[in-house]
Nanobody, 125 residues
Framework: QVQFVESGGGLVQPGGSLRLSCKTSDFALDYYAIGWFRQAPGKEREGVSCISSSDGSTYYADSVKGRFTISRDKTKNTVYLQMDSLEPADTAVYVC??????????????????WGQGTQVTVSS
């Protein structure tokens, strides 16, 4: 079964940084648009960022724009989410997935598949 593996989460103080990684050995990550999502306790899953497969263009939710950066390393078949200036509101489980219906971002939730287990990000002093 195709699945992503996320890593890089942890506990960080407000204002700190983390870099999340999203990997799979099942296909090349530049074949699909790859999205990062997050879900906090008691809240719905929300789209955070996406990188397209067609031209590498990116998308960011307003809540993270200017603080998060998504990138893709083809040599390592990995998509990264660099998170800077973290805030307590960023606390959530972060999950990556592939948009299997289009190459552009951000797309619609139901277009995404191959969800990973996620990595916990906790921002607290």
């Amino acid at each position: 079964q195709v699945q992503f593996v996320e890593s890089g989460g942890g506990l960080v103080q407000p204002g700190g940084s983390l870099r999340l990684s999203c990997k799979t050995s099942d296909f090349a990550l530049d074949y699909y648009a790859i999205g990062w999502f997050r879900q906090a306790p008691g809240k719905e899953r929300e789209g955070v960022s996406c990188i397209s497969s067609s031209d590498g263009s990116t998308y960011y939710a307003d809540s993270v724009k200017g603080r998060f950066t998504i990138s893709r390393d083809k040599t390592k078949n990995t998509v990264y989410l660099q998170m800077d200036s973290l805030e307590p509101a960023d606390t959530a489980v972060y999950v990556c997935a592939a948009n299997i219906m289009r190459t552009s971002c951000p797309g619609l939730r139901y277009e995404y598949a191959y969800w990973g287990q996620g990595t916990q990000v906790t921002v607290s002093s």
